[in-house]
């Protein structure tokens, strides 16, 4: 991949050129250099934060590499333990450091002027930086961030034997799209044995989890750990309670809808009740969509969608082939998932994810490409901490992305398969929107009871399950299998409380895309304007960037849900 040979985004002048940047002791000294530094005006203090931006953007990128390679080839014992020193050796050592630097900051502010607005983002989030740290809570994320670690080797290595050949999970997938019910069913059946297998694994791992996050939130002095997650997630514009109006709202007006789509299905398929394995399958019996068979096929007709769709965004994203920073096929021993990790010194992003071959591959590669173009388009900032935007509205520039390209999916598709695409496609936003009140109300219950056992949590799951339309399937027989559903979702395990942002992003994207079905380029001209801000603004000015209205009660949900329905009848 030749990461560690990308050219910086501009020169260094701080940090010295050879300084080792997964060294504890280089890195101690280099902080301890501008703990040290003595500033005297709002122009020293302006340079100093500068230079802190450009340290921590060469450290991040360090951290990235050796995360990227690990999740890359779990089973390489080098890069796991490269991974694992990092967590455990440096990132506690940095983390008392980092609170010096912002108490620094914080008391040169009570004497020395920066823009007001300029540095309003930047200034409440150091603020509450401040008033979250505690020094005991960091050998419990270091083992945090090993228990992470463990959830992904555990997952990575997962195989099944499948018709005389190893299978990786996510190539069994391809077997769910298949006509014949017998087959899609035994596949369905293997892998969900094979996950069982680890169920006590992961059932464990997460109590680990669970345990050290309530004593995390105990030691910063909140009452439970989301709680203790919202405010460290800086989510200064929306509350515990406004995600539990989205829960409600997802009941009321999009449940309904789930069920007329799920109900349409079992006649299609002349079913008397849908199964598990019913779901991905076209259900008029056509062959599976197959966009691509190998992964430079995938890359090439992306690369074409885009040329069409913008030319900046286009240039952007052969840049990002052209550095060999995709890394898109499945196999034996890569992480599941995928993601978009921007290298933060080269100001670069890199996509992975497990390609093989179906209609999914292209929407996630459209959907991580937006993180790219996010990444791109807010590179010029300097500092660091405005080049990460909030999560809600990275999560807009994802899937808005999806949405915009759909239009052209010709460039792997018959003209009626594109309208198959289009479709499945709509269908996935609502179950998407569903999933994410599943999730989000199921985590939600964890921390409002951290003293649950695994059975109340098994009841609580399959309740969240039946609320969001999880039921409109037939389970019978099996209850281990629905029980366990939670464990595939990595969320859950590695970024507690991270997935109400798609739910309120998604919303966000449909926006955008119903700006896109009536004015594309002035619907291009507000997504990148949006993107070029990254994270230096407040929440809803991002969203009034893109001209959209920052909210996700039912009034905003219900008129955009009317248009996706009409859409979908009009395809279908």
Request: include cysteine.
């Amino acid at each position: 991949m030749g990461l560690r040979n990308l050219f910086v985004y501009q020169p260094r002048t701080f940090v010295p050129q050879d300084a080792h940047l997964t060294d504890k002791d280089t890195i101690v000294g280099l902080l301890r250099r501008l703990l040290d530094r003595n500033i005297s005006s709002s122009n020293d203090l302006e340079k100093w934060l500068l230079h802190a931006s450009e340290l921590g953007a060469a450290v991040g990128q360090a951290a990235s590499i050796l995360y990227i390679e690990m999740t890359c080839q779990t089973d390489d014992p080098k890069r796991a333990k490269a991974y694992q020193d990092f967590v455990e050796n440096v990132e506690p050592v940095i983390k008392p450091l980092s609170d010096e630097m912002n108490r620094k900051y914080l008391k040169l502010r009570e004497t020395l002027e920066l823009p007001k607005e300029r540095y309003l983002v930047y200034d409440r989030a150091v603020k509450t930086a401040v008033e979250m740290f505690c020094a005991e809570n960091i050998p419990l994320q270091t083992e945090l961030a090993l228990l992470s670690q463990e959830y992904q080797a555990v997952s990575g290595v997962m195989t099944v034997e499948f018709d005389g050949k190893e299978r990786t999970l996510p190539e069994m997938s391809k077997f769910l799209l298949e006509n014949d019910r017998a087959l899609r069913e035994r596949a369905w059946r293997a892998v969900a044995a094979r996950r069982l297998k680890d169920a006590g694994k992961f059932e464990e791992i997460f109590d680990k989890m669970r345990a050290l996050r309530q004593k995390i939130a105990v030691n910063a002095k909140f009452a439970n750990y989301r709680d203790y997650q919202f405010k460290a997630y800086l989510r200064f514009d929306y509350t515990p309670e406004d995600c539990k109006a989205y829960h409600r709202a997802i009941k009321e007006v999009i449940v309904p809808l789930r069920r007329e789509m799920d109900a349409r299905r079992c006649r299609e398929m002349k079913l008397a009740e849908l199964k598990p394995w019913d779901a991905a399958v076209d259900p008029l019996g056509r062959t599976a969509l197959k966009p691509f068979t190998k992964a430079e096929e995938l890359t090439g007709g992306v690369g074409r969608m885009m040329a069409r769709l913008d030319p900046e965004l286009a240039g952007l994203y052969e840049d990002m082939k052209g550095h060999g920073l995709l890394d898109l096929e499945n196999r034996k021993g890569k992480a599941p998932g995928g993601y978009q990790n921007t290298l933060t010194e080269a100001r670069k992003p890199f996509i992975f994810m497990n390609a093989i071959g179906i209609d999914d591959d292209v929407r996630t590669l459209l959907h991580e490409s937006g993180h790219a173009f996010h990444a791109y388009l807010c590179a010029h900032d300097p500092l660091d901490d405005y080049r990460h935007a909030p999560m809600e509205f990275c999560e807009v520039a994802s899937m808005s992305m999806e949405l915009m390209a759909d239009k052209f999916m010709g460039e792997f598709y018959s003209e009626e398969a594109a309208r198959r695409s289009s479709i499945e496609h709509l269908e996935g936003v609502v179950a998407t929107l569903a999933w994410v009140a599943t999730i989000d109300s199921f985590q939600h219950w964890i921390y409002e009871n951290p003293n649950h056992t695994a059975e109340d949590r098994r009841t609580a799951w399959l309740k969240a399950h039946a609320d969001f339309g999880g039921n409109v399937m037939n389970w019978d027989g099996l209850d281990a299998e629905r029980a366990s559903l939670w464990h595939r979702q990595l969320h859950i395990f590695e970024v507690p409380f991270y997935y109400i942002e798609y739910g309120i992003a998604q919303l966000g994207a449909l926006g955008i895309w119903r700006q896109f079905r009536h004015n594309p380029a002035q619907a291009l001209v507000n997504y990148k304007k949006a993107l070029t801000l990254g994270g230096s603004r407040p929440l809803p000015e991002l969203f009034q960037a893109a001209g959209l209205t920052f909210g996700f009660s039912k009034d905003m949900i219900a008129p955009l849900m009317d248009e996706v329905t009409a859409e979908w009848k009009r395809l279908s």
